[in-house]
C-alpha cells in the first residue's frame, strides 16, 4: 500500500511540475505576443508620424509658395495701376488740347474720360479677385497630399 502511494505521489508531483513548466512556457510564449505587438504598435506609430511630418513639411512649403505668389501678384497689380495712372494723365492731357479747340470734343472727351475710369476700377477689383483665387486654387493643389 505505500508503494501505491508513493506512486501516487510521484505521479501527482511529475504533473504538478509538468503543469507549472507548461504554465511558465505558456506565460513566457505570451509575453513574447506582447512584445510583439508592442513593437508592431510603434512602427505603426513611427510610419504615422513620418507621414504627419511630411504632409507638415509641404504644407508649409505651399503655403511659403503661395505668399511668394502673392507678392508677385500685388506687384503686377501696383505696375498695373501705375500704367492705368498714366494713361489717365495722358487722356487729360488730350481733353485740355481738345478743350482749346473744341467745346464739343472736350465734353467727350471727359465723358469718356468717366466711363475709363469706372472701367479700369471694376477691372482692378476683378484682376485682384482673380488673382486671389488662382493663388488659393494653386495653394491647395500644393497642400494636397500626394
Do not use: H, Y
Not at 21 to 37: D, V
Not at 40 to 64: G, Y
Not at 96 to 110: D, I, K, M, P, V
Amino acid at each position: 500500500m505505500f508503494g501505491l502511494n508513493l506512486t501516487i505521489l510521484a505521479s501527482a508531483l511529475a504533473g504538478v511540475a509538468g503543469f507549472g513548466l507548461a504554465w511558465q512556457l505558456r506565460a513566457g510564449t505570451i509575453e513574447s505576443m506582447k512584445l510583439e505587438a508592442a513593437n508592431e504598435r510603434i512602427a505603426i506609430q513611427r510610419a504615422a508620424r513620418t507621414a504627419i511630418d511630411r504632409a507638415a513639411v509641404q504644407i508649409t512649403r505651399a503655403q511659403t509658395e503661395s505668399a511668394t505668389r502673392a507678392v508677385a501678384l500685388r506687384a503686377d497689380a501696383d505696375a498695373a495701376r501705375g500704367e492705368l495712372d498714366g494713361l489717365r494723365g495722358a487722356t487729360a492731357d488730350a481733353v485740355r488740347t481738345a478743350s482749346a479747340n473744341l467745346e464739343a470734343c472736350t465734353g467727350q472727351a471727359s465723358a469718356l474720360g468717366v466711363v475709363f475710369d469706372q472701367c479700369t476700377r471694376q477691372l482692378q477689383a476683378v484682376a485682384a479677385d482673380a488673382d486671389e483665387w488662382s493663388n488659393q486654387a494653386v495653394t491647395l493643389q500644393n497642400a494636397w497630399p500626394k
